[in-house]
């Protein structure tokens, strides 16, 4: 199975960007659908957004459509969360997981999860 590593959490200002990194060493990694969630402090998890496989196709939050932007690079085992126009409310601790099929916005559709990376969006 593959297994989720997040990187590039950190702070950034209202109105500023960072790129979350998603990798994993097994060659599955190209033939699996993949999707970003997140949570913060007394808030249940949420869905960020998710990727086929082939990264040709994505879909988003409403939250965050418009902002955040998915990319899957199967050459490099990498997928990407680009966030742009950050808001307070993003503030979270950002996981990705690989989901059982495509198009799936539930936690309960996806098996293997990273540790999460923190991301802090000051005002």
């Known amino acids: 199975h593959v297994q989720p590593v997040e990187s590039g959490g950190g702070v950034a200002q209202v109105g500023g960007s960072l790129r979350l990194s998603c990798t994993a060493s097994?060659?599955?990694?190209?033939?699996?659908?993949m999707g970003w969630f997140r949570q913060s402090p007394g808030k249940e998890r949420e869905f960020v957004g998710g990727?086929?496989?082939?990264?040709?196709?994505?879909y988003y939050a409403d939250s965050v459509k418009g902002r955040f932007t998915l990319s899957k690079h199967n050459n490099n085992n990498t997928m990407y969360l680009q966030m742009n126009n950050l808001k307070v409310e993003d503030t979270a601790i950002y996981y990705c997981?690989?989901?059982?099929?495509?198009?799936?916005?539930?936690?309960?559709?996806?098996?293997?999860w990273g540790q999460g990376t923190q991301v802090t969006v000051s005002p």
């Open positions: 097994e060659s599955s990694f190209d033939t699996a659908d």
């Open positions: 997981a690989t989901s059982r099929t495509f198009n799936c916005d539930a936690d309960y559709d996806y098996d293997y």
């Open positions: 990727i086929k496989w082939s990264g040709e196709s994505t």
